[in-house]
């Protein structure tokens, strides 16, 4: 599966009553309050968790199941970012060493993926400081204010 497909399914009820409960109990697990607020580093964890726990040997990741979970229609873009993460495939078969893909590393393939814009992370590290890995809301009125005024006097 990928992270932008979506996969629908349609569930009958004998009466509108027993629909109703199981609708209730079903997004009372899916729509958690603290799943609803988590931050985008939070999802990056959530991905490359994700990635570790979906592959099929105990010690290598394919390259293959790698770009099939990220970006199906961009492979080449994948390896390139896997490249510049310094993310290279040990062997022939384009397999990644399971020990080398770190968080840490796995984020620099994100940030690469994303296209490398490190001017922005500059922006929102002035902004939010050392201390937490989110912006207040003075802090994104802030951002909104000084920073996107900027971009748009340009």
Known sequence: DSFTQQT???FLAFSAKDCKRFVDDLFALCHHFINSNLSQMDYVRKMHKRILLSCKD???ISIKDLIKSIAKDEKKKVIEALKLAGLKPTDKKDHLPKDKFTFEAFYKFYREMLGGRPELEK???DIKGTKRNYLTLDQTVEFLNK???FIFQR
Do not use: C
């Open 58 to 60: 105990d010690k290598f």
């Open 123 to 125: 922006v929102f590290n």
């Open 147 to 149: 920073y996107q005024q």
């Open 8 to 10: 629908f399914y349609n």
